[in-house]
């Protein structure tokens, strides 16, 4: 594993990945797109009241297996000068903060074009179910990097004017939310004394950015 204080520091480039369908969605299958029509006759996407939800599920996504519960030490009982480390248990269902919503509702009786542009962005970073210092926070974001998700990022801003659409079926209504995807992971954080003993074992679900894109349902 590299250095993760260059991991930290590093912001992802990665662009919007593509829309991701919710199993049920009224859209009609294969016509998502993320280069929507640009007739007249597109119905453009209103925007929801509903409340942004912080932890969407995302389609698709399950829990992981569990992992090795504990380090790997060397077969002596010196493991150099006592230090904090942090480790994974289980690679956890990943979800996404939602940043943008819209929706668009089929009143006719055959299927209509629409179109989703995102008009509102927001930020999500590093964090955890409990509070995590900066020290920490770059320790698991470089453990997240190596085992887990090599997208994962300190810190990530959704984009503006990102499009999707395709067809809504009759009397039907489609969601659009748009957001940043989060890699979750269980473990813990400890301590490693010299003599291989582990000790001050702190759980905690931490998650990562690593991705931005709309959820269609």
């Known amino acids: 594993m590299g250095s993760t204080v260059s991991s930290f520091a590093a912001e992802s480039e990665e662009k919007p990945g593509p829309a991701l369908i ?17 007739e ?6 209103d925007e929801s009241t509903d409340p942004l939800e912080e932890d969407l599920p995302v389609p698709g996504e399950t829990d992981g297996p569990e992992l090795s519960p504990a380090p790997k030490v060397p077969l002596s009982n010196y493991c150099g000068p006592g230090h904090s480390f942090v480790h994974i248990t289980q ?3 990943n979800t996404m903060s939602v940043k943008y919503e819209t929706f668009v509702e089929n009143h006719k009786s ?4 629409f179109k989703f542009t995102t008009k509102k962005s927001g930020t999500t970073t590093v964090g955890g179910s ?7 926070k770059v320790m698991w974001l470089g453990k997240i990097k190596a085992d887990i ?3 994962a ?3 990530w801003t959704s984009d503006l004017g990102v499009e999707t659409g395709g067809e809504v079926r009759a009397h039907d209504k489609v969601y659009g939310k748009y957001g940043i995807m989060k890699e979750k992971v269980y473990g813990y954080t ?14 905690m679900t931490v998650w990562a950015p690593y991705r931005e894109g709309w959820v269609i349902d």
């Open 22 to 38: 919710a199993e049920g969605a009224g859209v009609v299958p294969g016509s998502v797109t993320d280069t929507p029509v640009a």
């Open 40 to 45: 007249s006759g597109a119905e453009a996407g």
């Open 91 to 93: 690679n956890k269902k």
């Open 110 to 113: 055959y299927p209509i074009d």
């Open 130 to 136: 409990v509070t995590i210092s900066s020290e920490f």
């Open 149 to 151: 998700n090599v997208n």
């Open 153 to 155: 990022s300190k810190s």
């Open 190 to 203: 400890g301590y490693m004394y010299s003599n291989c003993d582990v000790g001050q074992k702190n759980y």
